[in-house]
């Protein structure tokens, strides 16, 4: 028996029968059970279920017009909004693949989602849509799009809103501006009202379990990003688990602020809530108070959710207005939480914040931790129906507790391999006892109770003099100073150590001006080893984060050494 089934939830078997039905079952049996229930609010417009499966519909309809056939790739870029959900719900009606794409990305960036998936259909916001116009522009006629279906985000609220619901000032230029449509090459744009309007009816669902759903994008750490082929099924364990784990209901309210072009944000939020029949309040980016004001005024019960953005909402000088009472659930993934921090939200709330991993590949989760029973910094055990292990990353061989290697993962939620790219499928898939692993890249360990904690991914390594300094271990440690809001470890040339460690760190307001380079030198040199202690010190005003939240480590790598 693996050790992690000691600390199991009582109350769920260790796999589950996974729904032989499409994703869009999970709408059209929501929306038929509660048709009449809120499934998203957004900036005080609420949307019921009959009306979201209706607007799926719309998008379907539209697709299907234009042309989309099974099997077909559709482009889908947009920060959190109601038109998202939408959208991605239509396509998967239209018996079509998600494919979901950051709304951060650039012109140059796009050319890619374009041209990799050979979608011919795109939709997005009107802010964002100039950009793909661009990328679109500068392909050969072959490759470019053939429709762009554009939204602005008004076409779902009421840019008038105030009070608690309201959007922050700075943001209402961006949300309430009513951009004119760009010139799509060789193609054409249809705006939102004609999408809602098309008549007749979508084409039969003829889309199964087997087929591909979505085909997010990972960037790995060379080349360009590669796309992970994900089923109805792959995605449809994850979200049924993944509400099962966190004590989910239909009578749940989710604050959606993680992006849901994201894999966290799309598997293990927006389709796990929709599977369940749960309210979803939408937030398009993150704003601390926005965030205080809604967990209030919605009576949020869940918050999965970036660290980052737990330790700048209880820095917010407004946070003793919020009510935090109704929480339930709190966690999340991408970085660990600082020990401080969580201790916090237990002592102050009753709130045990519930750490996961997860990647692309996994469809989000593969690790938990037990609601119940969590470990602070800790990845958690192998989620529902997942095989996993840590093993030496030359030898395969499976490694004893507490001993460092690759964290491997065999489960359902595991995708079916890399868009167009065999070499690169083949090379991270290995065969252990007649199961096929995917190898994580990510280096761990397994302590005695079957808990997986993360050291670093294989190419994140400082070797000082021989000393190998994992920088996720001296970033929680330094998360323990005082006045230090957020910090991350890079290396830096030294011609005597060959490497050395460097850390780049934001200071809390309160302590700025107040802390020198040398004062955290030296309080690192009494509270870590002393061949891990930063040699060098960086003050910022901000880390430099990904759509998703996570602190780009190898952008600030490659600023030292390029």
């Given at each position: 028996?693996?050790?992690?089934?000691?600390?199991?939830?009582?109350?769920?078997?260790?796999?589950?029968?996974?729904?032989?039905?499409?994703?869009?079952?999970?709408?059209?049996?929501?929306?038929?059970?509660?048709?009449?229930?809120?499934?998203?609010?957004?900036?005080?417009?609420?949307?019921?279920?009959?009306?979201?499966?209706?607007?799926?519909?719309?998008?379907?309809?539209?697709?299907?017009?234009?042309?989309?056939?099974?099997?077909?790739?559709?482009?889908?870029?947009?920060?959190?909004?109601?038109?998202?959900?939408?959208?991605?719900?239509?396509?998967?009606?239209?018996?079509?693949?998600?494919?979901?794409?950051?709304?951060?990305?650039?012109?140059?960036?796009?050319?890619?989602?374009?041209?990799?998936?050979?979608?011919?259909?795109?939709?997005?916001?009107?802010?964002?849509?100039?950009?793909?116009?661009?990328?679109?522009?500068?392909?050969?006629?072959?490759?470019?799009?053939?429709?762009?279906?554009?939204?602005?985000?008004?076409?779902?609220?009421?840019?008038?809103?105030?009070?608690?619901?309201?959007?922050?000032?700075?943001?209402?230029?961006?949300?309430?501006?009513?951009?004119?449509?760009?010139?799509?090459?060789?193609?054409?744009?249809?705006?939102?009202?004609?999408?809602?309007?098309?008549?007749?009816?979508?084409?039969?669902?003829?889309?199964?379990?087997?087929?591909?759903?979505?085909?997010?994008?990972?960037?790995?750490?060379?080349?360009?990003?590669?796309?992970?082929?994900?089923?109805?099924?792959?995605?449809?364990?994850?979200?049924?688990?993944?509400?099962?784990?966190?004590?989910?209901?239909?009578?749940?309210?989710?604050?959606?602020?993680?992006?849901?072009?994201?894999?966290?944000?799309?598997?293990?939020?927006?389709?796990?809530?929709?599977?369940?029949?749960?309210?979803?309040?939408?937030?398009?980016?993150?704003?601390?108070?926005?965030?205080?004001?809604?967990i209030s005024r919605y009576q949020v019960t869940h918050w999965t959710n970036i660290p980052t953005m737990v330790i700048d909402l209880m820095a917010s000088p407004n946070f003793a207005l919020y009510d935090l009472s109704s929480m339930v659930y709190i966690g999340g993934g991408g970085a660990a939480m600082p020990q401080a921090v969580a201790q916090r939200l237990l002592e102050q709330f009753g709130l045990r914040y519930v750490e996961g991993y997860g990647l692309t590949e996994t469809a989000a989760p593969s690790h938990s931790n037990p609601p119940d029973a969590p470990k602070q910094q800790c990845l958690g055990i192998p989620f529902m129906g997942v095989d996993a292990r840590v093993v030496d990353p030359d030898t395969l061989k499976e490694l004893p507790v507490g001993e460092q290697g690759e964290i491997l993962i065999c489960g359902p939620q595991v995708f079916q391999g890399y868009w167009k790219r065999p070499d690169a499928t083949a090379a991270v898939f290995v065969?252990?006892?007649?199961?096929?692993?995917?190898?994580?890249?990510?280096?761990?360990?397994?302590?005695?109770?079957?808990?997986?904690?993360?050291?670093?991914?294989?190419?994140?390594?400082?070797?000082?003099?021989?000393?190998?300094?994992?920088?996720?271990?001296?970033?929680?440690?330094?998360?323990?100073?005082?006045?230090?809001?957020?910090?991350?470890?890079?290396?830096?040339?030294?011609?005597?150590?060959?490497?050395?460690?460097?850390?780049?760190?934001?200071?809390?307001?309160?302590?700025?001006?107040?802390?020198?380079?040398?004062?955290?030198?030296?309080?690192?040199?009494?509270?870590?080893?002393?061949?891990?202690?930063?040699?060098?010190?960086?003050?910022?005003?901000?880390?430099?984060?990904?759509?998703?939240?996570?602190?780009?480590?190898?952008?600030?790598?490659?600023?030292?050494?390029?």
């Amino acid at each position: 028996m693996r050790a992690h089934y000691k600390v199991w939830p009582k109350r769920l078997p260790h796999t589950i029968t996974v729904p032989a039905t499409s994703l869009w079952d999970n709408l059209a049996t929501s929306a038929r059970r509660y048709p009449d229930k809120p499934a998203m609010v957004f900036f005080g417009r609420s949307i019921s279920y009959a009306e979201l499966h209706e607007k799926a519909e719309r998008v379907a309809a539209c697709l299907h017009a234009l042309g989309v056939k099974k099997g077909d790739r559709v482009l889908l870029s947009m920060q959190n909004c109601p038109q998202l959900v939408i959208a991605h719900f239509g396509i998967l009606r239209a018996n079509a693949v998600v494919v979901p794409v950051n709304p951060m990305n650039r012109a140059e960036e796009l050319k890619h989602y374009i041209t990799d998936p050979d979608a011919r259909v795109a939709i997005t916001t009107a802010d964002l849509a100039a950009e793909l116009a661009q990328a679109n522009s500068a392909l050969e006629p072959a490759q470019r799009l053939q429709h762009l279906l554009v939204t602005h985000f008004t076409d779902c609220f009421d840019g008038a809103v105030d009070g608690p619901d309201a959007p922050p000032d700075t943001w209402r230029d961006w949300l309430l501006t009513q951009h004119a449509a760009p010139v799509l090459d060789g193609g054409q744009v249809h705006h939102w009202e004609a999408v809602m309007g098309t008549p007749g009816a979508p084409p039969a669902l003829t889309v199964g379990s087997a087929d591909l759903a979505v085909l997010p994008y990972t960037s790995g750490t060379t080349g360009l990003p590669k796309g992970c082929m994900h089923t109805h099924a792959s995605i449809m364990h994850n979200a049924v688990a993944s509400g099962l784990w966190g004590n989910g209901t239909m009578e749940n309210v989710t604050l959606m602020v993680v992006p849901m072009f994201h894999i966290t944000g799309m598997v293990s939020l927006m389709h796990t809530n929709i599977c369940a029949g749960a309210t979803m309040v939408i937030m398009p980016r993150w704003d601390r108070d926005l965030a205080g004001r809604l967990i209030s005024r919605y009576q949020v019960t869940h918050w999965t959710n970036i660290p980052t953005m737990v330790i700048d909402l209880m820095a917010s000088p407004n946070f003793a207005l919020y009510d935090l009472s109704s929480m339930v659930y709190i966690g999340g993934g991408g970085a660990a939480m600082p020990q401080a921090v969580a201790q916090r939200l237990l002592e102050q709330f009753g709130l045990r914040y519930v750490e996961g991993y997860g990647l692309t590949e996994t469809a989000a989760p593969s690790h938990s931790n037990p609601p119940d029973a969590p470990k602070q910094q800790c990845l958690g055990i192998p989620f529902m129906g997942v095989d996993a292990r840590v093993v030496d990353p030359d030898t395969l061989k499976e490694l004893p507790v507490g001993e460092q290697g690759e964290i491997l993962i065999c489960g359902p939620q595991v995708f079916q391999g890399y868009w167009k790219r065999p070499d690169a499928t083949a090379a991270v898939f290995v065969q252990i006892d007649g199961k096929r692993f995917f190898r994580s890249g990510d280096l761990g360990h397994v302590d005695a109770d079957g808990y997986f904690f993360l050291t670093d991914r294989l190419k994140r390594m400082i070797n000082a003099s021989g000393f190998k300094v994992w920088p996720a271990e001296v970033e929680a440690l330094m998360f323990r100073h005082p006045a230090i809001q957020e910090a991350c470890i890079i290396s830096t040339k030294d011609s005597y150590r060959g490497e050395s460690v460097k850390a780049v760190v934001v200071l809390r307001a309160s302590h700025k001006g107040q802390v020198s380079e040398q004062n955290l030198i030296d309080w690192c040199r009494e509270n870590m080893a002393v061949y891990k202690v930063p040699r060098s010190v960086q003050f910022v005003d901000a880390l430099p984060k990904s759509g998703a939240g996570k602190v780009m480590w190898r952008k600030l790598q490659e600023a030292e050494n390029p």
